[in-house]
């Protein structure tokens, strides 16, 4: 796949998941989860980052993603790997739950 391809293809991924999480920003009720740390989830997390992994591995690219919502993979498995994904599906959770818009 080109750059320009891959590109084009990284934005619509990108777009959905901008779109699942506006659909959850304009819900009057969010689902909120702590995470073991403490702190917080909601389903725009958890629905921005099942579209990007999703979309991502679609592209067939063989690229690992890390995800801060996604399973934890060894450093050690991780040690090794020339390039990767890195994913935050929504930056901001706790500002995204107080609804000021800045997330």
Known sequence: MDLEKLSQKILEISSLASKAIMS??????????????GSPVT???????????QGLTDIELNI????????????SERLNWE???????????KEFIKKNGEF
């Open 83 to 93: 390039y990767f994904w890195l994913i935050d599906p929504l930056d901001g959770t």
């Open 43 to 53: 389903e725009a997390d958890l629905q921005s980052n099942s579209i990007i992994c």
């Open 64 to 75: 690992p993603i890390l995800s801060e919502e996604g399973i934890n993979i060894n450093y």
């Open 24 to 37: 959850i920003y304009d819900k009057e009720d969010i689902n909120i989860v702590n995470k073991e740390d």
